[in-house]
């Protein structure tokens, strides 16, 4: 018996295994994993040194833990596969955005206990995030159980309202990949005036990782540290003020509010 298996090998699954192997509470003889991209499963296989399931059922037969680690437009038909061989002693973890676990739960015949949770790539670098709910026939240990793994990846929060995942996913699901949008803008700019290409990614990516680590380790708002570099006349609110007239804001709450109803979208099949 297996306490930990993988169906899905990829990035995010990768950085969970690495993680979970580094709290040093798990061996790589705990852990397997399962996948229909045969090139995919040798990666992680070798990456990890973990086992090799010869299928998705047999994986679920022999594991304590299930993470499932698919995209959300198969996973219908991975819960249809591993549905007869499920068991009230397993415990399935759902990383697939937008899958709720009411549609988990009837996919895998009704009774399973299911976490589902929300990561984000951070993780790939232990540096995540990760929002965690219970479905209805999970209990609080299962969702400690499930916090514990993410936990070697990153930060965990928990939440009662499952409505709210949608929202987390919009947020903190997708909201690296905005902030690196950020950067190309950054960067660009930097080069146009006349830095090389080396340097502006240097300065952009410290700059902002520094003020990643103002806003949390001051514990100030965004908008008060925003004021204390923001001189009357000066450079900052000058560029401040060309995103603001291009409705900066705004626009990245849009992107929010656009992945999030994705995600319900996705929920909805």
């Given at each position: 018996?297996r306490k930990?298996?993988f169906?899905?090998a990829?990035?995010?699954?990768?950085?969970?295994?690495?993680?979970?192997?580094?709290?040093?509470?798990?061996?790589?003889?705990?852990?397997?994993a399962?996948?229909?991209?045969?090139?995919?499963?040798?990666?992680?296989?070798?990456?990890?040194?973990?086992?090799?399931?010869?299928?998705?059922?047999?994986?679920?037969?022999?594991?304590?833990?299930?993470?499932?680690?698919?995209?959300?437009?198969?996973?219908?038909?991975?819960?249809?596969?591993?549905?007869?061989h499920?068991t009230?002693?397993?415990?399935?973890?759902?990383?697939?955005?937008?899958?709720?676990?009411?549609?988990?739960?009837?996919?895998?015949?009704?009774?399973?206990?299911?976490?589902?949770?929300?990561?984000?790539?951070?993780?790939?670098?232990?540096?995540?995030?990760?929002?965690?709910?219970?479905?209805?026939?999970a209990?609080?240990?299962?969702?400690r159980?499930?916090?514990?793994?993410?936990?070697?990846?990153?930060?965990?929060?928990?939440?009662?309202?499952?409505?709210?995942?949608?929202?987390?996913?919009?947020?903190?699901?997708?909201?690296?990949?905005?902030?690196?949008?950020?950067?190309?803008?950054?960067?660009?700019?930097?080069?146009?005036?006349?830095?090389?290409?080396?340097?502006?990614?240097?300065l952009?990516?410290?700059?902002?990782?520094?003020?990643?680590?103002?806003?949390?380790?001051?514990?100030?708002?965004?908008?008060?540290?925003?004021?204390?570099?923001?001189?009357?006349?000066?450079?900052?609110?000058?560029?401040?003020?060309?995103?603001?007239?291009r409705g900066f804001?705004?626009?990245v709450?849009?992107?929010?509010?656009?992945?999030?109803?994705?995600?319900?979208?996705?929920?909805?099949?």
């Open positions: 018996m930990i298996g169906v899905g990829g990035n995010m699954a990768g950085a969970l295994a690495k993680g979970l192997l580094a709290t040093k509470r798990y061996r790589a003889r705990d852990l397997w399962s996948d229909a991209e045969s090139r995919q499963l040798t990666r992680f296989v070798r990456a990890h040194g973990v086992g090799r399931a010869p299928d998705n059922g047999a994986l679920v037969e022999e594991s304590e833990i299930v993470v499932l680690a698919v995209k959300p437009q198969v996973m219908q038909a991975v819960l249809a596969e591993i549905r007869p499920v009230r002693r397993h415990l399935f973890v759902s990383i697939a955005a937008g899958i709720p676990t009411a549609r988990l739960e009837a996919g895998l015949g009704g009774r399973a206990r299911v976490v589902r949770a929300m990561p984000n790539t951070p993780a790939l670098v232990g540096t995540g995030i990760t929002v965690v709910v219970r479905g209805t026939h209990t609080g240990a299962d969702e159980r499930a916090a514990e793994l993410f936990g070697g990846v990153g930060e965990v929060v928990r939440v009662r309202d499952e409505t709210l995942m949608d929202a987390v996913t919009g947020l903190s699901g997708s909201g690296p990949a905005y902030v690196y949008r950020f950067a190309e803008g950054l960067i660009a700019g930097a080069m146009a005036e006349g830095l090389s290409e080396a340097v502006a990614r240097r952009t990516y410290q700059t902002i990782r520094g003020a990643a680590v103002m806003l949390q380790e001051t514990g100030r708002p965004p908008e008060e540290l925003r004021a204390m570099v923001s001189s009357p006349g000066g450079t900052t609110l000058a560029g401040l003020g060309a995103l603001d007239a804001v705004d626009v709450a849009a992107a929010v509010t656009a992945a999030t109803r994705r995600g319900r979208e996705l929920g909805r099949g």
